[in-house]
């Protein structure tokens, strides 16, 4: 008899708190989709994906989504607080991908824009100044800002200044 096969790792959003020092209050909600396999072992949806662009695409879709959900209920309950969206280059390269992602982003109310930022990943070194402009003239209607999330040895984030961006994070080489 064949062996069952293991149940498929369900996908979810997972909201991690960011503190502003200044205000000393939890300021906004990082959206990160994570697949969740069996006994509740989470890891980023992201990692080790071998799916591509597509696959991302449905990643960054479903976090827009339930974050524009949370988003809305925060609101209606008075709260104000930001909530930070993942989307990645791939996702807005192609144009059926970046017309379904923009198609959620019009989706959002007006009301609750103000409070999404989103999260740009994927830039990749030699990515012209102009192209990230576009990227970030395409997000900014739909949110308060655009940020770059640029791993360690991607780019030279002073390459980014002039695009639109708000802010760049990065990750740092595990000797810093």
């Known amino acids: 008899p064949a062996a069952a096969a293991a149940p498929a790792p369900r996908l979810e959003v997972a909201y991690e708190p960011v ?20 006994g509740g072992t989470a ?22 989504g339930e974050a524009g959900e949370v988003l809305r209920e925060l609101l ?9 969206v993942p989307v ?8 059926g991908r970046r017309g379904r992602y923009l198609e959620r982003c019009r989706a959002l109310p007006g009301h609750a824009r103000p409070y999404v930022v989103f999260w740009l990943h994927g830039l990749e070194r ?4 102009a192209r990230v402009g576009g990227l970030v003239g395409l997000l900014r209607p739909h949110g308060r800002a655009v940020l770059a999330h640029l791993g360690a040895a991607d780019l030279d984030p ?9 802010a760049v994070g990065m990750d740092l080489p595990p000797a810093l």
């Open 158 to 166: 002073g390459s980014l200044v002039g695009t639109g961006l708000a």
């Open 126 to 129: 030699g990515v012209p100044a």
């Open 76 to 84: 209606e309950n008075r709260f104000r607080l930001f909530v930070s």
């Open 88 to 95: 990645h280059v791939g996702t807005l390269s192609q144009a």
């Open 43 to 64: 890891c980023p949806a992201h990692a080790g994906s071998p799916d591509g662009d597509d696959a991302l695409a449905e990643l960054d879709a479903l976090a827009l």
């Open 19 to 38: 503190w502003d020092v200044r205000a000393g209050a939890i300021t906004t909600y990082l959206a990160r989709p994570r697949r969740v396999g069996p």
